[in-house]
Structure formats: C-alpha cells, structure tokens
C-alpha cells in the first residue's frame, strides 16, 4: 500500500514545491511574536526560490494590517501574497451573485472591502434586502448585526460564513470564534453557512489563484484545518510542531487529518524527509525503531550497523521527529497508542515529547 501519510523526501521540499502556503499563527507567529528562526527560514527559502503564500482564516484583519504585521517580524512578505478566508468568502459570493449585488455583512470593515472588491455592495441592514449574507469574526460583533442575519438568512439571502472555527486562540485561552456566532445564526434560522474558510475547499481554491501554484505546498500546525484543508484539496502538507498539534494528537490523527510530512518547525521545509519503514510489526525511521507488543509500542534506539540498514536521517530533521515519525506510523497502523520506552534515551525523548506514560 502507498501510505499518502508521512512520506519519504529524498531532496529538500522547497525543490519540490514552487510555492509554500503557510498558517500563520502557530507556523509563522504565536500571538504577536515570530516562531523563532521563521523570518531567516523563510529568507532562505526564497534565495532558493520558493515563493509564500500567508494564509488565514481570521477574517477580521485586512491583507495589509496582516502584511504589515508580518513585515512588522522582520519578514518581507507584501499584502499580495497574504490570503483571507473573507477573500476567499467573497469569490463565493461573487460566483453566485450577480455583480453590484448588496450583500449585508456581518464582520469587520475588512471583510466589507473584501466584498466591495470582488464587484458586490455591502450593506449592514436586512432592509438593504441583500442577496447574500458574509459573516466573518469581528471583535464588535453585536446581537444587534446577528439579528439581521437572522432576518436577512430567514428572507433566503445565500449566507457564506468565512470560517467555522468554534474558538480564536488567546494568551487567556480560547475565546469565542466565528463558528461559535455562526451557530447562533444557524439556531436561530435552521439553516446551515457555505463555509469558505480551511478545511473547505474554497480556501484552498483562493490561495491557488493568488499565488499562482503550480506544487503547492500546505504549512500547518493544526489537524483539523490546515491538514484536512490540503488533503481535501489533494496537496501535500507539512505539519510543524511549533502551535496548536502536539505529538500525541498526530498518534491519533484520523486518516484525513494525517500530514504528508512532519518537522519540530518550518525549518521542516528546507530539509529532505527520511523513509518510515514498516516491516513485521515494526516501524523504523532514521535511529529509530517502534514495535508493537500487542497492547503498546516499544521505542528503542535503533542501532544501524552500517551497510545494509536505513539511511540516515538528515542532521537536521531531528532525532524527536524521526521517533515520533515511526511512532506514529505504527500507532496509525495498530491503533495502539504507546506507552513504554526501553531505555533512557528514549524515556528522555517520550518526556520531551509528552508521550511518556504515567507510571
Ligand atoms: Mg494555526
């Protein structure tokens, strides 16, 4: 069987990929700050040519406040190459509504240049009569604006909510998202959104027009959104441990959410990927080797004696991840979760990767 998950890259991934399109928080920054070593990552990757796409399904900034954010890191990415789930919620709109349409907006004044862009007229009134409903995170959301889109859906207006996500990341933890308002339109009305925002399909659709990809690339730290988004899409992936994915929850991921590649950071895509092997009960991958005793994995290291073995990892892949790569093979494979080391250098690398067991 050819497993889609965890691939073998014997070149570095920005010589397989034109374009990289990158999450931004948990990938690029966390909160205000860049993830350590990103702005030089990124700087080397585009002296070898690769070009980026940032995308975001936060539907509340404009392509400039996020460029400028990103500049801001000392990263020289320009507004262009930045992709909104409200742009993408626009295209929606404009491909079904007649152009000049009104289209009642429940969001930020971003998201109403959006719509103004893509040839449609916003309007903040269910009076307006509009065509369509956009609905997109803003931190001024009001029950007074959820109440005209529940009159305006109600009415038969065509709704595009410009993601789904239930919660936003904060440094006091999650906080209401647009998903969660979406809900209460959908309440209220009993009718359901087109989602425009990762994982659906329109997004990805978005970022391919923009930058013009021709192999893309998706850059993620998130299972369910920006995995599942490029599986859907058919695109290869690279899940970074930098955000919201901890390494028990790629043990778990579900077949749609599985990563083409995996790395500690975006670093990940200067850097070719090693092989998983998969025989007899066992997975290997760079030094190390998982095997599955019925009711859990072992992880040892795996001691190459020169010759016939495994290649190498690359230096700069990382120990951690050629064991978590193995390990989550096999977990995928067996459905076991692991939990027993066989020495300390691997009880180390478990506890550092907080898969250690509890007793
Ligand atoms: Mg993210």
Redo the contacts with the bound molecule.
Sequence with gaps: MNRVALQASSTPLIHQHDVALL?????VYVGSDAVAGVPEIIAAATEAGMRFGYV??NASRTPHEVGEHLRDLGIAAIDDEVITSSQAASRVLAERLPPGSPVLIVGTAALAAEVESAGLRAVWSATDDPAGVAQGYSPELSWAMLAEACVAVRAGAFWVATNADSTL?SPRGPLPGNGSFVEVVARTTGVTPVVAGKPEPAMHTECVLRTGAAQPLVV???LD??IEGAQRAGVPSLLVLT??AQPADLLTARVGQRPTYLAADLGGILVSHPEVVLSAGAAICGDWRVTDRGDSLLLARFRDTGGSGHPASPASSGADCDALRALAVLAWETGIVPTVAGDQTSAALLTRLGLASGD
């Design positions: 999450d931004l928080d948990g990938v975001t399904n990341p993620g730290d998130r959104t920006d955000g919201v």
